[in-house]
């Protein structure tokens, strides 16, 4: 059986949990994880907790004293989730709240630690969470550990582009490098009245140039997704020329996503992991969103092989397939009608290409 590289994962990621009812379950990591052992070898690496060191990287260290606050299971002060977005809402406080949220820190950080020192792939598949800003938490996000992963290679890398193809923008991680030329940040994503986070348009390139977006309407077919992904920012990646990627792979753009409107297949979601792949620089991949339980553990597992260079199956193993509900990776039937959302992603492609400097000169 094939062996998956380099892949940090601390077990204490399982406790991430904002509680019932809300959508990011860690049973979605739990299937990941089973479905992976199913499939291939892998050299699972306990990366250890992130430390305060890693987090205010990019952190402040107000934020960084708040979020210790909030999981030490006191009464939160008034105006607390004005100021640092923890609290009732979409990511409200726990017991525990720092320690966990540095397990995925640390596999994100760990991975970025073996690519910079010199591996061609790393995994932190509990991290992804590119929503939480400098100062504060946001849409479920506690630290940014792929914003700090990008930190991380920059030890190493003159240039380092951040690749998103969660369904929501990747805000965070465009707001931490917009005025820095040596990070790219690229994002595809569902943008519609009411939908988070409302930021994305094509024509926000960042103060540096370096930021790309493509944004694209409700029911969006994957067949135009990939098209926009594959002339979008693959070129744009080509011309950036990064040293190393960090890649968030957030599932929720597939059709059967419950907090999301896109209709993206597993396979065609897949065809921009392979893009990616393709490209032949070093990865640092993540997991991202994602919130249907049948969908995310086969499409992460895919990617995951995918990335490694191994095959994907073409059947699900029992038991998982059982307990997903599905015995395939990818989906038999396609949704219809195709070519939904043409003439947006063509529009955001036209910005794109005027918005581009020539040859991507730091300043």
Known sequence: MATVPNFFYHPRIMEYDFGHGHPLRPERLKRTMSLLAACAEVDLIDPGLASDADVLRLHSKEYVDAVKMAGGGDHLPGGFTARYG????????????????????????????????????????????????????????????????????????DRVAYVDIDVHHGDGVEALFADDPAVMTCSIHQMSPGFYPGTGRAEETGTAGTTVNIPLPNGTTGDIWLDAFRRGI??????????????????????????????????????????IRDLGKPICATGGGGYNLSTVPRMWVAAILTLGGIPVPDLIPEPDATDYGTRTFFDPELPQPRGVGFLEAERALSILRAARPKGWQPR
């Open 234 to 275: 693959i070129p744009l990646l080509e011309e950036f020329d990064p040293g190393a990627i960090v890649l968030q792979m957030g599932t929720d753009p597939h059709f059967d996503d419950p907090l999301a409107r896109l209709q993206v297949s597993a396979q065609e979601w897949l065809g921009a992991v392979e893009s």
């Open 86 to 157: 923890i609290g009732p809402g979409d990511t409200p406080s726990f017991i525990g709240m720092y320690e966990v949220s540095l397990a995925y820190v640390g596999g994100s950080i760990r991975a970025a630690e073996a690519v910079r020192d010199g591996a061609d792939l790393a995994f932190g598949i509990g991290g992804g969470l590119h929503h939480a800003q400098r100062g504060n938490a946001s849409g479920f996000c506690v630290f940014n550990d792929v914003a700090l992963a990008c930190s991380v290679l920059r030890e190493r890398f």
